[in-house]
């Protein structure tokens, strides 16, 4: 980061600006083109640190994880607009997260029913989730494994 001041590296500092966020922004590469889809997560923070994600059984962002399971994922969240007296003067503040990991398609239903209740943790105050066989039979769940990720304060 070339500011270094505004690096964040405190793991539950950057956990933080994840749980606080609405939305997880999923960067795919196909053929060196690149392809980003804004989703909804649950995060599995501490020692696992993984995101849950969950979509429809067809799609272009399937079609290209089958290919390529490296990603790029980015959160950002608080922000505020500051005005200044000219135009350039102008900015924004903000907390944000970028990472990379592999992302894969989950099988195991077990699993899958893990993920869903992530997800659905992150977006309720529940935490104990009950979920349609019929319903998991149609949900692809992605799981993404982060090898790293980087916080920013600005």
């Known amino acids: 980061m070339r500011r270094k001041e505004r690096e964040i590296t405190d793991i539950d ?33 501490g020692d696992e640190k993984r995101l849950f994600f969950h979509c429809a059984k067809e799609g272009k962002k399937l079609e290209i994880i089958r290919k390529n399971k490296f990603v790029c994922f980015e959160f950002d969240t608080d922000h505020q607009l500051y005005k200044g007296e000219n135009a350039c003067d102008f900015g924004m503040s903000y907390r944000s997260v970028v990472g990379w990991g592999n992302i894969e398609i989950i099988t195991d239903e077990e699993e899958k029913k893990r993920g869903l209740d992530y997800i659905m943790s992150h977006y309720s105050d529940e935490v104990d989730f009950s979920f349609n066989k019929s319903v998991l039979d149609r949900t692809i769940i992605l799981c993404l494994e982060i090898s790293e990720m980087k916080g920013k304060k600005a």
């Open 13 to 45: 500092e950057i956990s933080s600006i994840i749980v606080r966020s609405d939305v997880c922004r999923i960067a795919l590469s196909d053929n060196n083109i690149p392809y980003i889809v804004t989703m909804n997560f649950g995060y599995a923070g």
